[in-house]
């Protein structure tokens, strides 16, 4: 049974960094692309950041490009994303996600997705 389960959300203020992980169990992952979505309150699920597991390629929402950065352990099987700098914007409920599909312009898509975490909620007050 495939498995992602994110942790490290919680209430921070502007200006402070969270690390989100996200640990990936059930399969091999290592053909796959690890990525972060966040869930504004009232709005889309949107594209975040992703990895290649296999060759670390990565890819960022150009508003968190500068802040945000996404790395993964091998060994054990963690995907984390290190947030930086955070904005009352940022709120929003963060999911992990992979894909097998390694066309990187797809990336974006949440169709493109097989297996979704359940969510960790990230508040930022201002």
């Known amino acids: 049974q495939v498995q992602l389960v994110e942790s490290g959300g919680g209430l921070v203020q502007a200006g402070d960094s969270l690390r989100l992980s996200c640990v990936a169990s059930?399969?091999?992952?290592?053909?796959?692309?690890m990525a972060w979505f966040r869930q504004p309150p009232g709005k889309e699920r949107e594209f975040v950041t992703a990895?290649?597991?296999?060759?670390?390629?990565?890819r960022y929402l150009d508003s968190v490009r500068d802040r945000f950065t996404i790395s993964k352990d091998n060994a054990k099987n963690t995907v984390y994303l290190q947030m930086n700098s955070l904005k009352p914007e940022d709120t929003a409920v963060y999911y992990c996600?992979?894909?097998?599909?390694?066309?990187?312009?797809?990336?974006?898509?949440?169709?493109?997705?097989?297996?979704w975490g359940q969510g960790t909620q990230v508040t930022v007050s201002s």
């Open positions: 996600a992979a894909t097998i599909n390694e066309l990187r312009s797809l990336w974006v898509l949440r169709g493109q997705y097989n297996y």
């Open positions: 059930g399969r091999t992952f290592s053909n796959y692309v």
């Open positions: 990895i290649s597991w296999s060759r670390g390629t990565t």
